[in-house]
């Protein structure tokens, strides 16, 4: 599983990474943003709903997004 730390990165920096990473991967494969801002959740779940998105909040304030390709 790739991961990409989007700590501190306010949008749509973590979108255009992972739109990025996405390209690279094959379906079915998994990428792991982690993320402090709130805001980046709502983005990547609008912008990349055709793949499995879920998240958690792993400590307060900081998540982890989890992106299978379709």
């Not at 990473?21 to 998994?30: A, P, R, V």
């Not at 990547?44 to 792993?58: G, L, P, R």
Request: proline share 3%; glycine share 4%; with cysteine.
């Amino acid at each position: 599983m790739k991961t990409i730390d989007c700590l501190g990165d306010m949008c749509p920096i973590p979108v255009l990474k992972t739109k990025k990473e996405l390209s690279t991967i094959n379906c079915g494969d998994t990428l792991k943003i982690i993320t402090d801002h709130s805001c980046v959740l709502e983005s990547m779940t609008a912008k990349f709903k055709k793949h499995d998105i879920s998240s958690v909040e792993v400590i307060n304030g900081v998540w982890e997004i989890y992106i299978t390709k379709r």
